[in-house]
Structures are given as C-alpha cells and as structure tokens.
C-alpha cells in the first residue's frame, strides 16, 4: 500500500518502496497537516480571505482535498486561487477548482511541478498558507444554523470525487492529519423601519420621539436604523418629516425596505440596531 497515514510523532522517507522513520527531520515539526485558518470577522462589503494551511516535516509535491462549510446559504465561495500563498511563491504549475455553492463545497487539486527537473515541493514548516479562498457573506438572508458556521476538510466528495491526499518523497501518498475552523457570523438585526419608539408598528408618536432625540430630549433611540427612515444612512430632521408624509400624504414617497414586516437592513452602513422588538 503506497499510503500512509501521518499522525506519529516522527517523521519518515521513502526506501525502496517502504515508509521508514527518519531522525534526520526535525522533530520538532509536525507530522502532516492540514488548517483551515479562521477567517476574518466580517467587514464592509462582506467579502472576506479564508486560507488552508500546511504544516510538515518532510517535502510536499502536491495535494488534494475538499472542503465544505455548514452555511452554504448564507456563505459563498467566489474564487479559489493561489494569492498569498507559499503556493504562489513557489510558482505551481497545476491548480484545478471545483466551486459547488449549492452545497457548500470546493475541491482542489494541485501539483507543484509538471516539467523536469520537477524541484519544486514545499519544504519543512508550520503553517505555510497554500490555498486562499474568498468567501462573500450574504447579510441579508437569515443564518440557516445558527452564529457559527463550521469549514471542514474533507475527502471523496464533489464531482469528481477529489480524495484527501498530499504527495511527499517517493513519491507516495499520505493521509495529512486535518483541523476545522469556525466562524461566528454576526448576529444581523431585524427591524422595522420608521418603527422608532419599538412598538411594533408606525404612527405619529414615532415622529414624534425622533424629534425629542433630534433636538436632545432625553429619549433612548436603541435602534439607529429603524430611525434613518429615508435610509440615506443618516438620522436628521429628514427623517421625521419622511416618515409623517408616508402616513399623512398618498403622494408620498414609499419608506424603503424593511417597512412593510420586520426584516434586515439592506444598506450597508455604520448606523446599528442594539434592541428591536422585532423576532
């Protein structure tokens, strides 16, 4: 059997065909791993870099693997390259992607070199990033499980079938030991907007409550985004005129999403929501 599983304290060459231990190697180094780095928090644009990590303790020729996130609802993958990476240091010759959003997964195979003298390899490392992939979080559709989401490597999945393997000296194949991350989304708030003293529905008194905040009465405002009734991602005098037309006038203008139910905020903006009667 040309595979072997990692996951001994030791690391090991190839000798005629058998898997040896090797006290050369640095000990100190971990069997073969595979990480998939925690990305970022969120930030404007909701658009975030996630990279899988290598750690090893002898040569890699290349590897394959999947992975799938918990979310794919709310979570997309929009490219999987080779940017930042050791990867593209290197300069790797083959790269083959496989994005299938509808469940959550990507498959990857690479190979580091295609033509002699075939002398490219990742050398002995902790944590050496050999995949960037770029995840756009979708603020707008309700989390299908919960805060967190969960990205885990895996193998035999996608069409075709991409298996979990690394190639390292010999050249054979071997199992990487593999961790998971996670990535707790934000909560996103519903609300509804010109709903402004949290009642649960609009009428003068909301007009009303915006002006005593406007002009420093003390009023507590605990959601700045059901008081931006124009959602021009400001809260002034506009925003209480706005909203006594949309109940006094038929010619004017509609208040922009969410304000017909609860809902999520399709701008976005610095502005917040901390409480909302909203579910």
Same mark, same amino acid.
């Given at each position: 059997?040309?595979?072997?599983?990692?996951?001994?304290?030791?690391?090991?060459?190839?000798?005629?065909?058998?898997?040896?231990?090797?006290? *050369?190697?640095?000990?100190? +180094?971990? =069997?073969?791993?595979?990480?998939? !780095?925690?990305?970022? %928090?969120? /930030? $404007? @644009?909701?658009?975030?870099?996630?990279?899988?990590?290598?750690?090893?303790?002898?040569?890699?020729?290349?590897?394959?693997?999947?992975?799938?996130?918990?979310?794919?609802?709310?979570?997309?993958?929009?490219?999987?390259?080779?940017?930042?990476?050791?990867?593209?240091?290197?300069?790797?010759?083959?790269?083959?992607?496989?994005?299938?959003?509808?469940?959550?997964?990507?498959?990857?195979?690479?190979?580091?070199?295609?033509?002699?003298?075939?002398?490219?390899?990742?050398?002995?490392?902790?944590?050496?990033?050999?995949?960037?992939?770029? *995840?756009?979080?979708?603020? +707008?559709? =309700?989390?299908?499980?919960?805060? !967190?989401?969960?990205? %885990?490597? /895996? $193998? @035999?999945?996608?069409?075709?079938?991409?298996?979990?393997?690394?190639?390292?000296?010999?050249?054979?194949?071997?199992?990487?030991?593999?961790?998971?991350?996670?990535?707790?989304?934000?909560?996103?708030?519903?609300?509804?907007?010109?709903?402004?003293?949290?009642?649960?529905?609009?009428?003068?008194?909301?007009?009303?409550?915006?002006?005593?905040?406007?002009?420093?009465?003390?009023?507590?405002?605990?959601?700045?985004?059901?008081?931006?009734?124009?959602?021009?991602?400001?809260?002034?005098?506009?925003?209480?005129?706005?909203?006594?037309?949309?109940?006094?006038?038929?010619?004017? =203008?509609?208040?922009?999403?969410?304000?017909?139910?609860?809902?999520?905020?399709?701008?976005?903006?610095?502005?917040?929501?901390?409480?909302?009667?909203?579910?």
């Amino acid at each position: 059997d040309n595979t072997y599983t990692g996951g001994n304290s030791n690391c090991y060459s190839v000798r005629e065909g058998s898997v040896h231990l090797h006290s *050369l190697y640095d000990h100190s +180094l971990r =069997p073969e791993e595979l990480v998939v !780095e925690t990305p970022p %928090d969120p /930030v $404007s @644009g909701w658009t975030l870099d996630q990279f899988v990590t290598l750690s090893t303790c002898t040569s890699v020729y290349g590897f394959s693997y999947g992975l799938q996130n918990t979310d794919p609802t709310h979570i997309s993958v929009s490219a999987v390259d080779l940017a930042g990476t050791v990867s593209e240091s290197i300069g790797a010759e083959y790269l083959a992607v496989e994005i299938d959003n509808a469940t959550g997964l990507y498959t990857v195979g690479c190979v580091l070199d295609l033509t002699p003298p075939l002398n490219k390899f990742f050398n002995p490392g902790v944590n050496q990033k050999i995949i960037r992939a770029q *995840l756009s979080v979708d603020p +707008l559709i =309700p989390l299908q499980a919960g805060p !967190e989401v969960q990205f %885990d490597i /895996v $193998s @035999g999945q996608g069409t075709p079938p991409v298996d979990l393997y690394l190639t390292i000296p010999g050249p054979i194949d071997t199992i990487p030991e593999v961790s998971q991350s996670s990535l707790d989304l934000p909560e996103i708030p519903r609300f509804l907007r010109g709903g402004i003293n949290d009642s649960g529905f609009r009428n003068v008194t909301d007009a009303v409550f915006l002006l005593f905040y406007l002009f420093g009465e003390p009023v507590d405002l605990v959601c700045a985004s059901a008081a931006d009734v124009n959602d021009d991602s400001a809260i002034d005098l506009a925003d209480p005129v706005y909203l006594l037309d949309s109940l006094y006038l038929s010619t004017a =203008p509609a208040i922009p999403a969410p304000s017909a139910a609860c809902g999520i905020d399709p701008t976005v903006d610095a502005l917040t929501c901390e409480n909302s009667i909203c579910p």
